[in-house]
Structure formats: structure tokens, C-alpha cells
């Protein structure tokens, strides 16, 4: 699955909310469903600032390239890291790493997940309550 689009749709002091768009396709004659995604969020280098669930499933079509949307929520963990990169004022780059266990009802597939993208020091301040 290749992330295509990242938007931000909430950003408060308590969390994000953000939707990913990727690209997967699914060659099996059968419907794929994600039984279970395992998620990790760095931001700004700072490994331990978050915590990251994505609040849907995921089902890729058999035989068929599709565009899924999955909505990513974010919790603040660590909300002096939080502050302290908002306290730079410099944009910083946050990475979403995870795996997703497709299934077919008999086998299971693991298949990587990677999102990244930039998160502005408007949007820093924002989250830390400093705008």
C-alpha cells in the first residue's frame, strides 16, 4: 500500500485527525480484510510524542486497484515534546510506520504501511496551545 495523499482534518492540544489515501491492490480471487494494524509515530524525531489508531477497517477487493481512505487519529503523549518542537517555530517531519495483517478467511498476509509528511509550525503551536 503506497500513501498517495495526507490531509489534516483536527488539530487541538489533545490530538490530530488525519486521513491517508493509498494505493493498494489486491491479486488474490479473494476479498482482503485487515484483521489487526500495528502502528508507530514519529514527529520531529521525537519517537515517544505519540500515539497513533487508525479508526477504520480495511478492505481491499480481489483482483482490483483501489484508493482506500483511512482515517488516522493522533493522541499527544508527550505534550512537552509537543511544546518544545513548537517552541522552534521550524515545520517538522512526522512518519506513521505500521504493518496491517490482511486475511482471506484462511491466510494471512502482512503488508507494510508508511505515511509521512510535514507538519508546519502553525499547526505545532496549535497543538501545543501556544496559537
Do not use: C, H
Not at 492540544?13 to 488525519?18: H, L, N, R
Not at 517555530?89 to 498476509?109: C, H, N
Not at 509521512?116 to 496551545?129: K, N
Amino acid at each position: 500500500m503506497k500513501p498517495e495523499q495526507v490531509t489534516t482534518s483536527r488539530i487541538s492540544t489533545d490530538g490530530a485527525d488525519f486521513e491517508a489515501v493509498l494505493d493498494g491492490f489486491n491479486p488474490n480471487s479473494k476479498e482482503l480484510t485487515a484483521r489487526s494494524v500495528t502502528t508507530k509515530l514519529n514527529i520531529g524525531g521525537r519517537a515517544e510524542a505519540a500515539k497513533v489508531s487508525i479508526a477504520s477497517s480495511l478492505v481491499l477487493p480481489p483482483k482490483q486497484n483501489v484508493k482506500v481512505k483511512v482515517p488516522i487519529k493522533v493522541e499527544w503523549t508527550d505534550k512537552a515534546a509537543i511544546a518544545a518542537l513548537a517552541a522552534t517555530k521550524q515545520p517538522v517531519t512526522y512518519l506513521v510506520e505500521g504493518t496491517a495483517e490482511f486475511s482471506d478467511g484462511r491466510t494471512s498476509i502482512n503488508v507494510p504501511l508508511q505515511v509521512s509528511g510535514p507538519m508546519t509550525a502553525a499547526e505545532l503551536a496549535q497543538a501545543a496551545g501556544t496559537r
